[in-house]
């Protein structure tokens, strides 16, 4: 099941696999926001966005994976109650270190 959230200056792609073993995960495997609307709460929009159809579909758990240097991305996961793994992995197309963020809702 995917869905699109869409903001001014953001977008959000999430899929929640209702076949996996985290079929009690939201994943959100892309979080965009134009650098023209940095700084101006897209993001944490965005964010609040995909908790609310976690909830509105029963899921536990939001996920996704950052790359590892994107600091910028990382301070807003943080600040929005997200927490860091030790999991890592390797993007396919770019190579670079991934690290997944988890985040517990009710």
Same mark, same amino acid.
């Given at each position: 099941?995917?869905?699109?959230?869409?903001?001014?200056g953001g977008t959000a792609n999430l899929?929640?696999?209702p076949w996996s073993?985290?079929?009690r995960t939201l @994943? *959100?495997?892309y979080l965009g926001v134009d650098p023209d609307a940095w700084g101006s709460g897209v993001g944490t929009r965005l964010l609040h966005s995909a908790e609310d159809h976690a909830r @509105? *579909?029963?899921r536990e758990t939001l996920e996704l994976w950052v790359i590892n240097d994107n600091e910028r991305a990382i301070r807003l996961y943080e600040r929005s109650g997200w927490v860091?793994?030790?999991?890592?992995?390797?993007?396919m197309s770019s190579g670079r270190l991934e690290r997944r963020f988890l985040?517990?809702?009710r």
């Amino acid at each position: 099941m995917e869905r699109r959230c869409f903001l001014l200056g953001g977008t959000a792609n999430l899929w929640a696999s209702p076949w996996s073993a985290r079929a009690r995960t939201l @994943e *959100i495997f892309y979080l965009g926001v134009d650098p023209d609307a940095w700084g101006s709460g897209v993001g944490t929009r965005l964010l609040h966005s995909a908790e609310d159809h976690a909830r @509105e *579909i029963g899921r536990e758990t939001l996920e996704l994976w950052v790359i590892n240097d994107n600091e910028r991305a990382i301070r807003l996961y943080e600040r929005s109650g997200w927490v860091g793994t030790e999991e890592v992995k390797r993007d396919m197309s770019s190579g670079r270190l991934e690290r997944r963020f988890l985040r517990h809702i009710r």
